[in-house]
């Protein structure tokens, strides 16, 4: 079988969903880009114009409070009641509250280091001021340096990564400001256009390829079975409005081949019919004219001879009226026409008493009929008239056919839930396994003894096989393990009360 697989990695959506979130994306997509080239727009000209001066101005801003603090600590140690645990608990706290990577806080008393925060990069710096009087303060790169006095201690602040925003010359404001944040526009301008086309570009091709694409493949699906392959179907794997298309082709695809075999095969019964009616018809009426042609002849010269004749010819009239007859039965349900008359009745009725009934018609013409029947008592809905014509195939094609000295027939049947299974098993030899299945074909005959249509035209098994599927049923064949031909048959059982006595429906013949 051919297939088609549609497999995307995408997620599975509808293509009203694809359109509009696509129409969505057009709109946030442009906007959101053009936000973010702005920004950095916005960023590169902060950078250029203001970026290192207030970097430079926060990070002294920091260093700001942490000196104001160090004053403050300044005026507490002055004072005489100072004393170095103190100076050590007050430079811990500092350290937990002000400290930062970038300054040292060192305390003296004399020559002696009383404490120390923070690591002092330059000691050369720290320890020339150390060494001066009074206080003092130095600059030297970004090295900072100042020292304080608190009575009997000297304190020495020192920020290593210091940067002079007080004074500097050739400020950035000189440079062309206007001409630099206008190219900078300019570029914010076309780079909004160029995301808007690509981004409109990329989503209505990527919408455009989920429709175009099913479009293609049903395509090619009608050219497929244009061209005779019914056997064509379509693997669509997104849920979305081509789904039920691709179902309903699939359908159309499967129901047309379908529709192409059953005309195939009506029209191959349809030949085995004609050629079927034609022979059986054929083989009666040339014995029909060769004897009507010997009494025309004088061939049959004696009243015996002509009484020989007559009776031969009325016998193959026979033959022809019931070839029609049952032609005309099969016809009407062949085409559903066929008016059964479903009556409601019990096994018991319809079964037992039509095979004790039949089995004295057939026990005069050779042939034993034994049944097998269950105690229990179920109801059907059934022609019975029918029912008896099924049988009666059924026995004639054993009494026929059967190449043995004794002929009987077992029919036995049971009740299996809502079904009654039957069976009718002969004592012949069986047939090919491989024919069971043409059984119950038009015209079917096993072997070539089966071309008198006075021993069998081949309608019989057809006939019952319609009655039994008319009837709700089901008809098959099967060897018998002991050797022999088994029918079965299974009828539904229709549920309800059993009628008794008097009330029982009636089912004569």
Do not use: C
Request: net charge negative; aromatic share 10%.
């Amino acid at each position: 079988m051919i297939k088609i697989h549609l497999e995307r990695i995408q997620l599975t959506m509808t293509i009203k969903s694809r359109l509009f979130i696509s129409h969505l994306l057009m709109i946030v997509i442009p906007v959101l880009l053009s936000l973010l080239v702005a920004s950095f727009a916005f960023i590169l000209v902060w950078q250029y114009f203001w970026g290192v001066d207030e970097g430079a101005m926060n990070k002294n801003r920091e260093f700001r409070s942490q000196y104001a603090a160090v004053e403050s600590l300044v005026i507490k140690w002055s004072s005489d009641e100072a004393t170095d645990k103190g100076i050590i608990s007050d430079m811990q706290k500092f350290y937990e509250s002000y400290y930062s990577d970038n300054i040292a806080l060192t305390v003296y008393q004399g020559e002696n280091q009383i404490h120390s925060v923070g690591e002092i990069i330059d000691q050369k710096m720290t320890d020339t001021i150390h060494s001066e009087e009074g206080e003092h303060s130095y600059l030297k790169d970004q090295i900072f340096v100042t020292s304080f006095e608190a009575n009997r201690y000297k304190v020495i602040l020192v920020n290593n990564n210091y940067y002079n925003d007080l004074y500097y010359q050739d400020p950035l404001w000189d440079r062309d400001y206007q001409a630099v944040l206008s190219r900078i526009i300019l570029v914010m301008i076309i780079g909004t256009i160029a995301i808007i086309i690509l981004t409109n570009r990329y989503l209505t091709k990527t919408v455009t390829k989920s429709i175009v694409e099913p479009l293609e493949i049903l395509t090619d699906g009608f050219h497929k079975i244009q061209a005779g392959e019914l056997n064509y179907q379509i693997r669509y794997a997104e849920q979305d409005e081509f789904l039920p298309v691709v179902k309903d082709f699939n359908g159309m695809a499967y129901q047309l081949k379908t529709t192409v075999e059953t005309q195939t095969k009506l029209e191959t019964n349809r030949r085995e019919l004609v050629a079927g009616i034609s022979h059986d018809l054929r083989t009666p009426l040339t014995s029909i004219k060769a004897y009507l042609e010997g009494l025309e002849k004088g061939v049959a010269s004696t009243p015996q001879m002509r009484e020989k004749y007559f009776t031969i010819i009325k016998n193959k009239i026979d033959d022809l009226d019931q070839i029609i007859a049952q032609l005309f039965l099969f016809s009407k349900l062949d085409t559903g026409e066929f008016p059964f008359n479903l009556i409601e009745t019990t096994n018991k009725k319809l079964i037992d008493e039509t095979i004790h009934f039949m089995q004295h018609e057939y026990e005069e013409k050779g042939m034993v009929v034994y049944l097998d029947a269950p105690d229990e008592e179920v109801l059907l809905e059934i022609d019975p008239v029918q029912f008896r014509t099924v049988l009666t195939n059924l026995f004639e094609n054993a009494r026929k056919y059967v190449d043995k000295e004794e002929v009987y027939v077992t029919l036995t049947y049971r009740i299996e839930g809502d079904q009654l299974l039957l069976s009718i098993t002969d004592n012949g030899s069986g047939i090919a396994t491989k024919k069971l299945d043409t059984l119950f074909e038009l015209f079917y005959r096993d072997d070539k003894s089966r071309t008198n249509p006075s021993q069998g035209n081949g309608l019989g098994l057809a006939i019952s096989k319609k009655i039994i599927e008319g009837m709700n049923g089901k008809i098959q064949a099967r060897n018998h393990s002991f050797g022999g031909l088994t029918i079965l048959i299974t009828l539904p059982v229709k549920k309800g009360e059993i009628p008794v006595g008097d009330e029982q429906t009636s089912t004569d013949y």
